[in-house]
């Protein structure tokens, strides 16, 4: 495995790559959820390469930009373990070497709707990144965790609407066994405010939004924002929908989670 930081270095390691080059895109603080993406990308192509990058264009002023955990060693470790070909782990002044860019790719409409809509600019910030490194890394393929199945969503439309050159494969959500989806920000919860976010598994996977939304409601240390069905590709509310979505503050700390649900299921009404 080959760590690169610099843009000449990763066009040399990326031109030395014969055959398809996945990428996976990551803010390290790297689980098994990134483990799981890196297999399946290992799976779809013939190289893996993997960004590790905090993105400040994402985080707005008051998130936890500063205090985003930070744990290279650890990553590099989990990328090796998985096979990695390459890893890409670029400062802010190498992916913006003129500062925050002028230009930006706007997310539209899912920009501005449930976690667009709590967080102004996030959706553009990051497409914004995952263009610029798409540009950089020249993949045949980008892999994304359903976990953030907004962003997801956000990142096909963008590759649809602007005709980037690259398949866009979600992988499902790794979860621990109590079912609480895996994301590098658990690592904020102590115990107990971990055993509280176990509820955001549960109201999804409650019979109807009442009922989840009763069941966040009452939960201790865990302050609800929404629960909704939608359709996976506008997130616009849809009593049909093809997704539930879920997003609560526990603690300090904000957490989202959904379920795609079943084709099986589809005349479910949660
Ligand atoms: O999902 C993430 O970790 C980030 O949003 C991404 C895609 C790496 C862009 O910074």
């Given at each position: 495995?080959?760590?690169?930081?610099?843009?000449?270095?990763?066009?040399?390691?990326?031109?030395?790559?014969?055959?398809?080059?996945?990428v996976?895109?990551?803010?390290?603080?790297?689980?098994?959820?990134?483990?799981?993406?890196?297999?399946?990308?290992?799976?779809?192509?013939?190289s893996?390469?993997?960004?590790?990058?905090?993105?400040?264009?994402?985080?707005?002023?008051?998130?936890?930009?500063?205090?985003?955990?930070?744990?290279?060693?650890?990553?590099?470790?989990?990328?090796?373990?998985?096979?990695?070909?390459?890893?890409?782990?670029?400062?802010?002044?190498?992916?913006?070497?003129?500062?925050?860019?002028?230009?930006?790719?706007?997310?539209?409409?899912?920009?501005?709707?449930?976690?667009?809509?709590r967080?102004?600019?996030?959706?553009?910030?990051?497409?914004?990144?995952?263009?610029k490194?798409?540009?950089?890394?020249?993949?045949?393929?980008?892999?994304?965790?359903?976990?953030?199945?907004?962003?997801?969503?956000?990142?096909?439309?963008?590759?649809?609407?602007?005709?980037?050159?690259?398949?866009?494969?979600?992988?499902?959500?790794?979860?621990?066994?109590?079912?609480?989806?895996?994301?590098?920000?658990?690592?904020?919860?102590?115990?107990?405010?971990?055993?509280?976010?176990?509820?955001?598994?549960?109201?999804?996977?409650?019979?109807?939004?009442?009922?989840?939304?009763?069941?966040?409601?009452?939960?201790?240390?865990?302050?609800?924002?929404?629960?909704?069905?939608?359709?996976?590709?506008?997130?616009?509310?849809?009593?049909?929908?093809?997704?539930?979505?879920?997003?609560?503050?526990?603690?300090?700390t904000?957490?989202?989670?959904?379920?795609?649900?079943?084709?099986?299921?589809?005349?479910?009404?949660?």
């Amino acid at each position: 495995m080959i760590v690169v930081e610099k843009r000449a270095d990763l066009a040399a390691a990326r031109e030395a790559r014969a055959g398809r080059v996945a990428v996976v895109m990551t803010m390290g603080a790297l689980h098994e959820g990134h483990a799981a993406l890196v297999r399946a990308a290992r799976r779809s192509a013939d190289s893996v390469l993997v960004t590790i990058f905090v993105n400040p264009l994402q985080f707005g002023a008051h998130e936890d930009l500063d205090r985003y955990p930070r744990t290279l060693q650890a990553d590099l470790a989990l990328c090796e373990r998985e096979g990695t070909d390459v890893v890409f782990t670029p400062s802010p002044e190498v992916v913006y070497p003129e500062g925050p860019p002028v230009v930006r790719v706007s997310a539209g409409p899912l920009g501005d709707v449930l976690e667009g809509a709590r967080r102004p600019g996030h959706f553009d910030g990051v497409l914004t990144v995952v263009l610029k490194l798409l540009q950089l890394s020249r993949p045949d393929v980008a892999l994304f965790g359903q976990k953030d199945a907004q962003q997801l969503a956000a990142v096909r439309q963008m590759v649809r609407d602007l005709d980037v050159p690259v398949d866009v494969v979600g992988v499902p959500t790794v979860r621990e066994p109590d079912g609480l989806a895996l994301s590098s920000r658990n690592r904020y919860l102590s115990p107990q405010e971990r055993q509280s976010a176990l509820v955001l598994s549960r109201a999804l996977g409650a019979r109807d939004l009442q009922t989840g939304r009763a069941l966040l409601a009452a939960e201790p240390g865990v302050v609800p924002d929404y629960l909704e069905r939608v359709d996976s590709t506008t997130f616009h509310p849809d009593p049909a929908g093809d997704l539930v979505v879920v997003a609560a503050r526990v603690g300090a700390t904000r957490l989202i989670d959904n379920l795609v649900l079943p084709a099986a299921a589809e005349g479910r009404r949660p």
